[in-house]
């Protein structure tokens, strides 16, 4: 079971949000006041009200979770509309086996789609309804106390607002604590043997220590130890008196902590939420960038985008590092009350400020090289072998970014990642190159499968003019330089392409510096530009295709 679409209408200022569609990560954007965390509010309380709506008690609770004067958009209260309540419709999408589960349970066959409609009136009273036409509504519907028990069993559900104190980060380790630990309440031995309670429990705890103190690490890397106590009365009560220290240098409370380090014990222990096997897990996060240091959002933007691939996430953020890039679709721009799906960067761009320049506006994948000639010659190659590369770019999709060596690397990856694109590292072989790609992937600036070194045959090092063959640009060189480039010496595969081109001027007798290297590597750069289709030998480079296939997967 997955919760695969939610609407709202009037809930606070959001007007309409019809439809959003909820996939395996769902970013919310949009300026601040605009309506992005009353929409995870929302999913909030209709969450908590299904659960509450198995039990009258339950739902006298619920009561207290909305308050009509507050809740219902005050623009509207003097309206002569009749009908004055927030609605909100949740979506699940059931399993094969959960399908012929329900209709042995209830006597319905569903389409494997169950939509379920949480009302609040001016008595601040919840309706629910379960949202099916046809034979057998009426019926069904009779039934809704025990669906929802259903629904409650099938799918955790877990809301981190956006001002996170260390109550926050307790009731969390609580709620583990409590959930891990109560597996043992049925265990004859725990039962007939109280005395042996520290025993069992001291794995579990160790275990739920080392998850914490490994996730908390990462963003946190003096952090040495974590331990939970909590007090050992019989019942599980006792859960309730869990407490946690820290030591990042200083072994204390967490109370005594930073607003940085409480939020991200708060965000840390959602990665080791416990799952049904045949249930679903949804996880509603408030702003995860705040109280943050930039280098820990990024962390944090990795563990929870990896969060995703168990659990839904649903996170509202105004910071364009949380944006997905690859499926722009996932992204909902809230902005005065309405909530639509994106369709494309540029509009997401608009919504959170960022500001880009003319020829970075529109573009979705941006391509950082080392220097102006790489960018010239492999906007000619990347042209020449895919068309879809070449519209792209004339459509400005894909922009080609010259740094200007490896050390900017970070800096610009930084930019990328504000700009909310996707950024594709194309640099020489070597230990510059080297150097700063494992800089950049210790940041969590970059990943494995976004960047690419030029590598060539038979050689431990190459810059990209070694992947070019000479007879491209020899005649060039020639005719500016008197100087012919096709000797034996071009064929040492133990220096690179600058190194080799060095040695045969000197032994012309021939000025060699950084200027003309400089001009020598445009030369190459416009013979390229002029003759694509035979500038490279594939035999001896094949990182070009695989380059093309990189960046077409991301358009």
């Known amino acids: 079971m997955k919760l695969v679409s939610f609407t709202v209408n009037n809930y606070r200022s959001i007007t309409s949000a019809n439809k959003i569609a909820i996939s395996d990560i769902t ?62 419709t949740l979506e699940f999408e059931l399993t094969p086996n959960e399908v012929q589960e329900f209709k042995n349970r209830y006597n319905h066959v569903l389409n494997g789609y169950l939509p379920i409609r949480i009302s609040f009136d001016q008595n601040n009273r919840p309706e629910l309804k379960v949202v099916k036409n046809g034979k057998g509504s009426k019926e069904l519907n009779q039934k809704s106390r025990y669906i929802c028990k259903y629904i409650a069993q099938n799918i955790e559900f877990n809301y981190i607002p956006a001002v996170r104190t260390e109550d926050d980060a307790l009731r969390e380790i609580r709620r583990q604590v409590m959930r891990e630990l109560s597996l043992l309440e049925d265990d004859k031995k725990y039962k007939d043997a109280v005395q042996t309670i520290s025993s069992l429990q001291e794995p579990i705890m160790k275990r739920l220590e080392q998850a914490v103190k490994t996730t908390l690490s990462d963003f946190l890397p003096n952090v040495t130890d974590v331990s939970i106590r909590f007090d050992n009365r019989i019942t599980l009560e006792r859960y309730r008196d869990v407490s946690i220290r820290i030591n990042d240098g200083q072994n204390t409370d967490i109370q005594n902590k930073g607003d940085g380090v409480k939020s991200l014990v708060t965000l840390a222990l959602l990665n080791n939420i416990h799952i049904n096997e045949s249930g679903m897990s949804v996880v509603a996060i408030e702003e995860p960038e705040a109280h943050l240091h930039p280098e820990a959002i990024n962390r944090l933007r990795e ?25 722009v679709n996932k992204n909902i721009i809230v902005e005065e009350g309405v909530a639509k799906q994106a369709t494309n960067i540029r509009e997401i761009r608009n ?25 010239i010659s492999l906007k000619a190659l990347l042209s020449n072998r895919s068309k879809k590369l070449k519209t792209a770019m004339t459509t400005h999709r894909l922009s080609i970014m010259p740094m200007g060596g490896t050390g900017g690397l970070s800096y ?32 969590h600036l970059i990943n494995n499968q976004n960047y690419l ?20 640009y020899r005649q060039a060189v020639i005719d500016k330089y008197d100087v012919d480039l096709d000797t034996g010496k071009m064929k040492n595969k133990s220096k690179v392409w600058s190194e080799n081109v060095k040695e045969i001027f000197n032994d012309a007798g021939k000025i060699w510096n950084e200027d003309v290297e400089k001009d020598i590597k445009y030369l190459v750069a416009s013979c390229v530009n ?26």
Request: charged share 25%; aromatic share 8%.
């Open 412 to 443: 610009y990856l930084t930019m990328t990642n504000q700009l909310i694109g996707q950024a594709v590292v194309f640099m020489d072989s070597d230990n510059a190159a080297n150097q700063a790609i494992n800089k950049a992937l210790d940041q």
């Open 303 to 327: 563990s929870i985008y990896s969060l995703s691939s168990k659990s839904q996430v649903i996170i509202s953020t105004h910071n364009p590092l949380f944006v997905n890039r690859e499926y």
């Open 453 to 472: 070194l030029c590598t060539c045959d038979g050689m431990k090092y190459a810059e990209f003019e070694d992947s070019i063959a000479i007879n491209i």
């Open 27 to 88: 970013i919310l954007v949009g300026k601040n006041n605009e309506g992005k965390s009353n929409l995870l509010r929302a999913i909030n309380l209709s969450m908590i009200a299904l659960r509450y709506y198995q039990d009258p008690l339950g739902i006298r609770r619920s009561r207290s979770l909305y308050d009509w004067e507050t809740d219902y958009p005050v623009s509207l209260q003097k309206s002569k509309k009749k009908k004055k309540e927030s609605e909100f």
């Open 351 to 375: 919504v959170l400020g960022v500001k880009a320049s003319d020829n970075l506006y529109d573009a979705e994948v941006m391509l950082l090289v080392e220097g102006e000639t790489d960018a």
């Open 530 to 555: 002029n003759n694509a289709t035979n500038a490279v030998d594939d035999s001896k480079c094949k990182v070009i295709n695989k380059l093309v296939s990189i960046i077409e997967s991301k358009l």
